[in-house]
């Protein structure tokens, strides 16, 4: 993963709090909507990453969307990062927290670029060559 320290951090702690709780599945259904949330409202992702507005104004902001919407876990995690002034990070964080997911459960994610388009016996070659680096 190629995430800041701090983002990796956060991430982790979460994942951990939901393993704790025995919440897994849901704070994973919590980040996948979360992740659509941002991403369908560039209002909400702007405003988040705002550092000029106060924490507490983030605080509210979110525990007013999500309040009942999510896991008492995810929405007290989404207030820490609000109170840490880490609100910012949110995209990034469940960008983490998907990676972690995907992780344990053997899923990993490859992007090859190529300067010409591949044909498909090209690109078949490609995933068996990712699939033996796996192993």
Do not use: W
């Amino acid at each position: 993963m190629k995430a800041p320290e701090v983002v990796r951090r956060y991430a982790t702690t979460l994942l951990e709090a939901a393993a704790e709780t025995g919440a897994e599945a849901q704070v994973q259904a919590d980040v996948e909507r979360l992740q659509a949330t941002l991403q369908s409202s560039a209002e909400l992702s702007s405003c988040l990453q705002n550092r000029l507005i106060e924490p507490q104004v983030h605080r509210a902001l979110l525990a007013s969307l999500f309040a009942g919407k999510v896991q008492p876990l995810t929405l007290n995690f989404l207030l820490l990062l609000a109170q840490r002034r880490r609100a910012g990070l949110l995209s990034e964080v469940l960008v983490a927290c998907t990676e972690f997911f995907d992780a344990r459960r053997g899923i990993v994610n490859a992007e090859v670029r190529s300067a010409i388009e591949l044909s498909d016996e090209q690109r078949e070659t490609r995933v068996r060559e990712l699939l033996e680096m796996l192993e």
